[in-house]
């Protein structure tokens, strides 16, 4: 049974840094994709940042590109978003994502492609 389990979410001020993590396990076969999605409040899932676990290959949202880095430890089966220049638009419920579809390799950052997901880990940023 594939399991993702997230952690490290929290509250911070604006400006401050966060440090999410996935852990994956149950996979028959590696995924060959990985990703974090977000959920804010009245609004669609929207990608964040995914990366092709193959090549390490990351793919980026425009508004975090420059402030979240996205990284995995194949070794450990462990993904993590590090965050930093955090804003309060940045609020949401974050989620761990993984897919065995290729879409996700030419659909990165679009929720449907992956089939996987955690729990969620809530990331709250106040102004």
């Known amino acids: 049974q594939v399991q993702l389990v997230e952690s490290g979410g929290g509250s911070v001020q604006a400006g401050g840094s966060l440090r999410l993590s996935c852990v994956a396990s149950?996979?028959?076969?590696?995924?060959?994709?990985m990703g974090w999605f977000r959920q804010a409040p009245g609004k669609e899932r929207e990608g964040v940042a995914t990366?092709?676990?193959?090549?390490?290959?990351?793919n980026y949202a425009e508004p975090v590109k420059g402030r979240f880095t996205i990284s995995q430890d194949k070794a450990k089966n462990t993904m993590t978003l590090q965050m930093n220049g955090l804003k309060p638009e940045d609020t949401a419920m974050y989620y761990c994502?993984?897919?065995?579809?290729?879409?996700?390799?030419?659909?990165?950052?679009?929720?449907?492609?992956?089939?996987?997901w955690g729990q969620g880990t809530q990331v709250t940023v106040s102004s």
């Open positions: 149950g996979f028959t076969g590696s995924p060959n994709c």
């Open positions: 994502a993984a897919s065995q579809s290729v879409s996700c390799l030419f659909r990165p950052l679009q929720a449907p492609v992956f089939g996987y």
């Open positions: 990366l092709t676990t193959r090549a390490g290959t990351p």
